[in-house]
């Protein structure tokens, strides 16, 4: 044994070891494998008690999983489990959450009846009436067009054929003027003998498709189809006839033409089928004070018909307005007003003075209303091609012709077709005939502001050298070396 004294052995936990701990430990240290340390690292049980028993195999995920186990439904501090409560979500939302022991049983015996053909479901079923203890019809050997009828004696529905559907004789009877038809079934039809009851007889001569009938109080009587364009009215008799349907005839007034100094107005007149007088108005204002009778009047029939006058002392440069009338017994009807503008060599009209009207007395050609300049006709010496119509209605071309074939500035076709004037700029050179007419239509008739001794160019080429011009102090129509000067007077169509 032995006593420490030692005052640091005192302090040191070795202070409290026993003999009985010693004892221990040194039993203790056969078990398992101590690797040389003073604490247990490994142990293998060699007991052959434990090594036979079946708590051997239990491992610490087989303990994990009991105790989770444990919460579920009833153990009865039991080591297995005698109830359990579903409480799976996705089972209690299933329709298989509501089946009871009662469906089953009853499914079970729902197997039995007819054929399920392995299915969860029937298929076919074949009833058994002798489970019936009322049967509600009495059907034998039904035939076409029975009915159903309900016997109250037997409570029963039975098939049934109605007299009606049987073959029935008839009888035709003649008696007191009266034709009858009577069979098994009571039933009896009456026909008045028209011979002796005029109320019921139809004159009728011949009819055909669309004739009516009219009853005048006492027969029936016809009323003959009538044509198109007809409608039935009642006359004064009281008798209903096709009449044709008369209104106030309709006018239109349309566009005049005119040669100075008269003018042609023209309309359109449906006279609807009476006799139509027909005049125009016009005048210089919309009072007309003016009258003039159609051509054509009076006219008839129910179509269109155009209508026209000749008027004549008219003022040219004056406006005119002009409208149609149509008169009949039904009314009158006038057209629209419209208006006209007599032309005249001499007036101004679109940028200048008109010197030539064609045949239309709507178109021609207008003189610009004073000299543009004097210049050469240009290109001495050379032909230029297409430059040598003289007739008129042929100055544009011979203008277009010069330009392109002579591109010298300043010359006189060139001045003519680049000129802007009054709004217009579609001005050319005169031709050698219109030039005339630009002589006499306004030169002579001191319009025009032209001068005494003047001489003008064409556009109309007569060779190489030469081109013809007009002097404007006698009329005389000559030629002039192109390289000389001469006066220029734009002219444009319209």
Same mark, same amino acid.
């Given at each position: ?19 009985? %701990? ?34 051997? $195999?239990?491992?610490?995920? %087989?303990?994990?999983?009991? $105790? ?24 209690? +939302? ?13 499914? %079970? ?31 034998? #050997? ?12 037997? #409570? ?30 009571? $039933? ?98 919309? #009072? ?13 029939? #129910? +179509? ?191």
């Amino acid at each position: 044994s032995f006593t420490e004294t030692d005052p640091v052995f005192g302090a040191s936990i070795a202070k409290n070891i026993t003999t009985s %701990n010693i004892t221990n430990w040194n039993a203790a240290y056969s078990w398992g494998n101590h690797a040389t340390a003073g604490y247990l690292t490994s142990f293998t049980e060699t007991d052959p008690v434990f090594g036979a028993s079946i708590a051997k $195999n239990i491992t610490a995920s %087989n303990i994990t999983n009991w $105790n989770t186990a444990y919460s579920w439904g009833n153990h009865a501090s039991a080591g297995y489990l005698t109830s359990f409560t579903e409480v799976d979500p996705i089972f209690s +939302s299933s329709a298989a959450n509501g089946i009871t022991s009662t469906n089953i049983s009853n499914w %079970n015996t729902a197997y039995g009846w007819g054929n399920h053909a392995g299915l969860y479901k029937l298929i076919s079923y074949t009833p058994d009436w002798s489970e019936l203890t009322n049967k509600p019809f009495n059907l034998t #050997s039904p035939s076409n067009n029975q009915l159903l009828k309900y016997n109250t004696t037997s #409570s029963k529905w039975e098939n049934w054929t109605p007299n009606y559907l049987t073959t029935e004789n008839q009888s035709l009877t003649l008696s007191n003027n009266q034709l009858s038809i009577s069979g098994a079934g009571g $039933n009896t039809v009456t026909f008045t003998n028209w011979d002796t009851d005029k109320t019921d007889d139809v004159t009728l001569s011949t009819p055909v498709n669309g004739d009516m009938l009219y009853f005048n109080g006492t027969n029936w009587t016809a009323v003959p189809k009538g044509t198109t364009g007809q409608v039935l009215t009642m006359n004064a008799s009281g008798v209903p006839e096709w009449q044709y349907t008369y209104t106030a005839p309709t006018a239109s007034t349309q566009s005049a033409t005119f040669s100075l100094p008269s003018a042609i107005l023209n309309g359109v007149v449906n006279p609807n089928k009476l006799s139509t007088t027909v005049t125009f108005q016009y005048g210089t204002t919309i #009072s007309y004070g003016n009258t003039a009778t159609a051509t054509q009047s009076p006219i008839n029939g #129910s +179509s269109n018909t155009n209508v026209n006058c000749s008027i004549s002392g008219l003022v040219a440069g004056t406006t005119y307005h002009f409208r149609v009338k149509a008169e009949n017994s039904f009314g009158i009807t006038y057209g629209d007003d419209m208006t006209f503008t007599l032309l005249g060599t001499g007036i101004t009209w679109e940028g200048g003075l008109i010197f030539y009207l064609d045949g239309t007395g709507q178109h021609g050609l207008i003189a610009a209303p004073s000299d543009q300049t004097s210049a050469d006709w240009g290109c001495y010496p050379s032909v230029i091609s297409g430059a040598d119509g003289t007739a008129i209605g042929t100055g544009n071309q011979n203008t277009l012709d010069i330009v392109a074939g002579c591109t010298t500035i300043g010359i006189a076709a060139e001045i003519c077709a680049n000129l802007n004037l009054n709004g217009y700029s579609d001005w050319f050179l005169p031709s050698k005939d219109e030039l005339g007419l630009m002589y006499t239509n306004l030169y002579l008739a001191g319009k025009g502001s032209f001068g005494t001794t003047l001489y003008y160019w064409s556009s109309s080429e007569y060779n190489i050298n030469y081109s013809y011009r007009l002097n404007f102090s006698g009329g005389v129509s000559g030629t002039s070396l192109k390289n000389s000067t001469q006066y220029v007077r734009a002219v444009r169509a319209f």
